[in-house]
């Protein structure tokens, strides 16, 4: 069973420059959520999507895009890495039956230096 | 808005005995959820217990209990005969709004536990 898979584990970024952190989920969930976790801290929502083609902001959007073309998949945009978005950042994904269960990828560890 | 606070940065038990994780929150809601969650060293978030604020008994998943108590606003996890695998961060998470189903978690700073053997 794979879950909420999430790449990559790593990366490190220069200032200015853009990537994708990927995340698929192949459980036929209809939620999908983006956190953040900044070091010492609890995770904030970027981003969530309550199904395909149906995106919105969470706390802490700014500086990041997403898309939801299909159940799925969720990327997560950074356009112009900052040394602000050093974070780990998480996917996670929930069941339309069982809401309030989120199931959470590995993380992804990005530097912008 | 609702805010999550744990107390604890940082707590230890010995190896089969009992540690209480304390967690607050601040609502002005009437009904929500309240999770505990478990990071390991893997940094994977697992669901350790969940509490419906309607359901006055508390929740219990073998090991692990909560003290909820709705009008002091606290959420406490208790983790019984504690093991070397329970030793993580834990985080004590609110559920905010519900947004066409979509579920918005609001998390607290984290407690990391030690198991000292």
């Known amino acids: 069973n794979a879950g909420v898979t999430q790449t990559p584990k790593f990366r490190i970024l220069k200032i200015g420059q853009s990537m994708t952190l990927q995340c698929t989920q192949d459980?036929?969930?209809?939620?999908m959520y983006w956190y953040r976790q900044d070091p010492g801290m609890g995770l904030k929502l970027i981003y969530y999507?309550?199904?395909?083609?149906?995106?919105d902001k969470g706390e802490v959007p700014n500086g990041y895009n997403v898309s939801r073309s299909t159940t799925e998949d969720f990327p997560l945009r950074l356009e112009l890495a900052a040394p602000s978005q050093t974070s780990v950042y998480f996917c996670?994904?929930?069941?339309?039956?069982?809401?309030?269960?989120?199931?959470f990828g590995a993380g992804t560890r990005l530097s912008v230096l | 808005a609702q805010t999550v606070t744990q107390s604890q940065p940082e707590m230890s038990v010995q190896e089969a005995e009992t540690v209480t994780l304390s967690c607050t929150y601040d609502?002005?809601?009437?009904?929500?959820?309240l999770f505990w969650y478990k990071q390991p060293p893997s940094r994977q978030m697992i669901l350790v217990i969940r509490?419906?604020?309607?359901?006055?008994q508390n929740a219990t998943e073998n090991r692990f209990s909560v003290n909820f108590q709705k009008a002091a606003k606290s959420f406490s996890l208790k983790i019984s005969d504690s093991q070397l695998g329970d030793a993580a961060m834990y985080f004590c998470?609110?559920?905010?709004?519900?947004?066409?189903?979509?579920?918005?978690?609001?998390f607290g700073q984290g407690t990391r536990l030690t198991i000292n053997p």
């Open positions: 609502t002005s809601e009437s009904d929500y959820y």
């Open positions: 459980m036929n969930h209809n939620y």
């Open positions: 999507s309550v199904g395909a083609g149906i995106t």
């Open positions: 509490q419906e604020a309607y359901k006055q």
């Open positions: 998470a609110y559920r905010s709004d519900v947004i066409q189903g979509a579920q918005k978690l609001v």
């Open positions: 996670a994904s929930s069941h339309i039956i069982a809401k309030n269960i989120q199931y």
